[in-house]
């Protein structure tokens, strides 16, 4: 069966096609028994407003769009959990895609949702490169998750990566290691951050830095330690969760024991990293924090309450478990 419309409706109803409009919009100009007789001739065909539609014809929108860097991580599920959260107490609602933390893609995820007339769009974790991002904001309001910007358009909401990754290193030398690499993310979003602020960090406690190339995945991180095992470090600072946990694996299968043999922290403390049977030390991102803030600052942009960008940035925390030890002497 064809989708019901507003026309379906006011024929069963018996009234016009602008009175059955008013009353999905939810005007008061509307009577009663009026408004009862089109509600439960649209509950009759099964009608329900057709969001983009509608934002279309009224030139307003009430949906935000959120692109998703990369659907494999649960740190982002969590970041959407407050995005959604705050956007649906205001009376909006969320439309998602993915670009698979690949540019040409996320182009394209970006294209897909600005066609909706979006209130506004969250990006979250994107590679794609400032002109990209600029673009989008001259159609609507943009905010970006842990990706910076200079952008006076645009609103950032970010974690302090270079004191995170710091507080691995520093927990990691307090346990008498020295000997400590970081797996990094590749060209992912803070990735350079996390990696500078490791840097710093071991020079800081007089230690040489070893940076091996990695993406933030846990297949990235199985190849990582493989390249390692010739000339293993006594701990490992991890990209993120996800590649701290191809990293254990890769430790497990050579023999290794975690954390016996080799430390590894991880970064964003998902859901992953609280799993018994992963127990991951890790750096604790606040992420539906991040969400909430991110939509509330989209929403400041849409109702034109300012048109200064906001930079948030929030103070992370380690979380210990057991994926951390005291360095073995030899």
């Known amino acids: 069966m064809p989708r019901p419309t507003m026309e379906d409706v006011a024929a069963r109803a018996g009234v016009s096609r602008a009175l059955v409009s008013l009353v999905m919009r939810g005007s008061p100009k509307v009577s009663s028994h009026r408004r009862a007789a089109v509600l439960a001739a649209a509950a009759e065909l099964g009608y329900s407003p057709h969001a983009m539609a509608r934002s279309l014809a009224s030139r307003t929108s009430s949906v935000l769009g959120v692109m998703v860097s990369d659907l494999h991580n649960a740190f982002w599920a969590e970041v959407v959990d407050g995005l959604d959260a705050y956007a649906r107490d205001q009376g909006f609602e ?12 996320e182009r394209q995820a970006m294209s897909s949702l600005l066609s909706f007339r979006p209130a506004g769009v969250a990006l979250l974790g994107p590679v794609v490169p400032a002109s990209a991002i600029a673009a989008a904001a001259a159609q609507a309001p943009v905010v970006l998750v842990s990706k910076a910007s200079r952008l006076s358009t645009v609103d950032t909401v970010n974690d302090d990566g270079r004191v995170g990754a710091a507080l691995a290193v520093d927990h990691l030398v307090e346990l008498g290691h020295e000997r400590i690499a970081h797996l990094d993310g590749g060209d992912g979003s803070q990735s350079a951050v996390r990696r500078k602020g490791y840097i710093d960090a071991m020079r800081r406690h007089g230690l040489t830095p ?43 299968e050579a023999g290794l024991r975690v954390p016996d043999d080799v430390s590894v922290v991880g970064y964003d403390n998902t859901s992953l990293a609280a799993l018994r049977h992963v127990s991951l030390t890790t750096v604790d991102q606040p992420r539906m924090k991040m969400g909430t803030l991110a939509a509330e600052a989209l929403l400041q942009r849409v109702r034109g309450e ?10 992370p925390s380690l979380v210990v478990r057991r994926t951390t030890a005291t360095r073995l002497l030899p």
């Open 94 to 105: 969320l439309i998602i895609n993915t670009g698979g933390r690949r540019a040409v893609r």
């Open 210 to 252: 070893r940076v091996v190339a990695s993406e933030y995945t846990d297949t990235a991180g199985d190849l990582a330690v493989r390249e390692l095992l010739g000339d293993l470090p006594t701990a490992i600072v991890a990209a993120n969760d996800f590649n701290a946990v191809g990293a254990i694996s890769a430790l497990e």
């Open 306 to 315: 300012r048109t200064n960008p906001v930079r948030h940035l929030l103070h």
